[in-house]
T-cell receptor
């Protein structure tokens, strides 16, 4: 679980570079995963999702990879822009079916340098 | 589409008073709404799950008598922080899940409400 007082993991990239944000999840029964972007003082914004029957899904400038063997999720952002600077959270739906509760990861602070 | 609003966006209150926060799904009907709490530089922690017309389900450690949730319609849920104290100061965020089958279980989040208790 969360530990109070730990700083957010951070990733600093140059504008135009590709970014890769990683997330480890713990529940092998999770069947639905989502990446959210949260800017300072705002609510999380949906970026992309993936179901457990897939290992890759692409959106506009973003790609999510899922490795169920090692319970790892990653978000790739192509040609990162200053507007991409935010905290990125992965979230998992633990048991699917009628239980739609999400468990959020700790988050990663992405800083894009112009 | 899939817009969720919250009101107010921020509120400052005195210790001991109660504060109500509204969460609305603007362009869809939400079977389920969720309430989260987020402290600075931390992740979102689920407080409770709210289903229209039934009692909310609270997460372990969340006081149901302190955080009253009412899900009056398919587009509105309210969270009332009763007898607020400074330790209740936080960022409260709601999310809504569209009325649909398993294929549409994405949660859409509101912009959050910053509560400061003096």
């Amino acid at each position: 679980g969360e530990s109070v007082g730990l700083h957010l993991p951070t990733l600093s990239v140059q504008e135009g570079d590709n970014s890769i944000i990683n997330c480890a999840y713990s529940n092998s029964a999770s069947d639905y995963f989502i990446w959210y972007k949260q800017e300072s003082g705002k609510g999380p914004q949906f970026i992309i999702d993936i179901r457990s029957n897939m290992d890759k899904r692409q959106g506009q400038r973003v790609t999510v990879l899922l490795n169920k063997t090692v319970k790892h999720l990653s978000l790739q952002i192509a040609a990162t822009q200053p507007g991409d600077s935010a905290v990125y959270f992965c979230a998992e739906n633990g048991s699917g079916g009628s239980n739609y509760k999400l468990t959020f990861g700790k988050g990663t602070l992405l800083t894009v340098n112009p | 589409g899939a817009v969720v609003s919250q009101h107010p966006s921020w509120v400052i209150c005195k210790s001991g008073t109660s504060v109500k926060i509204e969460c609305r799904s603007l362009d869809f009907q939400a079977t389920t709404m969720f309430w989260y709490r987020q402290f600075p530089k931390q992740s979102l922690m689920l407080m409770a799950t709210s289903n229209e017309g039934s009692k909310a389900t609270y997460e372990q450690g969340v006081e149901k008598d302190k955080f009253l949730i009412n899900h009056a319609s398919l587009t509105l849920s309210t969270l009332t922080v009763t007898s607020a104290h400074p330790e209740d100061s936080s960022f409260y965020i709601c999310s809504a899940q569209e009325l649909a089958g398993l294929a549409t279980d994405t949660q859409y989040f509101g912009p959050g409400t910053r509560l400061t208790v003096l």
